[in-house]
């Protein structure tokens, strides 16, 4: 069975950072890109980031490019996000996503984790 | 970027009815390559429908998806009580990944 494990949730102040981590298990992990989709409080989706299967390809939404910056480690299957200079419209749940080829493009999202809440607030 | 968009917003229904939802976007959608998802509250969305036909894992059949090109419909053929949620769509033909507002269906 597919889980997926989100963590490093919290509080932040606008401009600080917080590293959010996604741990996989019951899948090949290293042969399928992941993404990460977040939602503002009693908001949509919207994508932010996805890595190809081997780590060597990124994408990023505008809103966070320059921002954030996606990462894996295939042998702890586990995926990470690096956010910097976080503002209060960052607020939102985070979901980690697998999905459904090893590459980012023309592959849509089969798998979702609980998703982890960050809040930047002063 | 593609903008998706959804009707209606809100779908009021009994237990039993059919419920057609709708997905439209602002340019086509390469190779039908449109997703539904769905979102209970405090749940993560989970996917219901991919390349615009087809069912995914484990879903029962009275959920079908049909379209192409820019307009593209979720039907629900007889709504169950564990149906009342918050259904998405998204494109995933074209860079970058959109999704559509949602349309909630509750229990009229």
Known sequence: EVHLLESGGGLAQPGGSLRLSCAASGFTFRTYAISWVRQA????????AAISSSGTSTYYADSVRGRFTISRDNSKNTLFLQMNSLRAEDTAVYYCAKQSSSWYFDSYFDYWGQGALVTVSS | EIVLTQSPGTL?????????????????????YLAWYQQKPGQAPGLLIYAASSRATGIPDRFSGSGSGTDFTLTISRLESEDFAVYYCQQYGTSPFTFGPGTKVDIK
């Not at chain 2, 009021?12 to 039908?32: D, K, W």
């Open chain 2, 12 to 32: 009021s229904l009994s237990p039993g009815e059919r419920a057609t939802l709708s997905c439209r976007a602002s340019q086509s959608v390469s190779n039908s």
């Open chain 1, 41 to 48: 409080p009693g908001k949509g989706l919207e994508w932010v």
